[in-house]
T-cell receptor, first 115, second 115 residues
Framework: AQSVTQPDIHITVSEGASLELRCNYS??????LFWYVQSPGQGLQLLLK??????LVQGIKGFEAEFKRSQSSFNLRKPSVHWSDAAEYFC?????????????FGQGTRLTINP | DSGVTQTPKHLITATGQRVTLRCSPR?????VYWYQQSLDQGLQFLIQ???????AKGNILERFSAQQFPDLHSELNLSSLELGDSALYFC??????????????FGPGTRLTVL
């Protein structure tokens, strides 16, 4: 069965510092991978996605993520965080075959930014 | 704004009651998905509809049901409510419901509180 693990429940970084949020997945083949962000009281916004090709993908708001097949990881990075990046971040995996199109989410990582 | 709308934003009700959550997908999207976000279970897929027909089921309780109408809006019905049903319920939509993966666009959610 598909599963996603986000090892860090809560991360605190200073404004302007770099950020890396970890995501590991379990899947039988190369999955479709996603990072979503949820700001307080808001819905889920897609930051970026990986389907195939270049393993380094660029997203919105200055975020990027790197797919590493050998490590079953899809870590999210940002070189310099802003106070507005404080939110909860979810990694998700989706199927690459026909059938159920559900997303399987990790437990989320809450990001706090120190001024 | 994803283009997916959900009503109501908040719902407070008592145990044993029944509620209906409504979702309008993005214009042109044929598939609707329901997800539940709770503190203990995280974000979990409940059910998917495609062009009026049920396409996939996840961890949806028998007390819960959904349908998608000819105008493609969807309703999630929750009955015999329990305290543990308190959660944020998200609706998402995508253009297609099968084949190669379709990006899902999420609504702002309905927060259900069962007292």
């Amino acid at each position: 069965a598909q599963s996603v693990t986000q090892p860090d429940i809560h991360i605190t970084v200073s404004e302007g510092a770099s950020l890396e949020l970890r995501c590991n997945y379990s899947y039988g083949a190369t999955p479709y991978l996603f990072w979503y962000v949820q700001s307080p009281g808001q819905g889920l916004q897609l930051l970026l996605k990986y389907f195939s090709g270049d393993t380094l993908v660029q997203g919105i708001k200055g975020f990027e993520a790197e797919f590493k097949r050998s490590q079953s990881s899809f870590n999210l990075r940002k070189p310099s965080v802003h106070w507005s990046d404080a939110a909860e971040y979810f990694c998700a995996v989706g199927p690459t075959f026909q059938g159920a199109q559900k997303l399987v989410f990790g437990q989320g990582t809450r990001l706090t930014i120190n001024p | 704004d994803s283009g997916v709308t959900q009503t109501p934003k908040h719902l407070i009700t008592a145990t044993g009651q029944r509620v209906t959550l409504r979702c309008s997908p993005r214009s042109g999207d044929l598939s609707v998905y329901w997800y539940q976000q709770s503190l203990d279970q995280g974000l979990q897929f409940l059910i998917q509809y495609y062009n009026g027909e049920e396409r996939a089921k996840g961890n949806i309780l028998e007390r819960f049901s959904a349908q998608q109408f000819p105008d493609l809006h969807s309703e999630l019905n929750l009955s015999s409510l329990e305290l543990g049903d308190s959660a944020l319920y998200f609706c998402a939509s995508s253009v297609r419901g099968e084949g190669l993966y379709n990006e899902q666009f999420f609504g702002p959610g309905t927060r259900l509180t069962v007292l």
